[in-house]
């Protein structure tokens, strides 16, 4: 008996998880954070100090 609840519950939050993974209203929140990966690497290319403002752009740190 305790099992099968169990089951129920855990199943109603996997469902409720993934509706809201895939809710429309959270499209632009997750594209704008599959891109943070990417602009990193762009303000990286892009420093002009030699990382002495963030500690990113050295030669020890660039990939």
Known sequence: MI???LIIVLMTGFLCITWWAYSSRNKER??????LPLEEDAKR?????????CGG???ENQR
């Not at 997750?30 to 891109?35: S, V």
């Not at 290319?45 to 403002?53: A, F, I, M």
């Open 3 to 5: 099992s099968g609840i």
């Open 30 to 35: 997750f594209a704008d954070a599959a891109q």
């Open 45 to 53: 290319s892009n420093c002009t100090d030699g990382g002495e403002c």
């Open 57 to 59: 752009c050295n030669s």
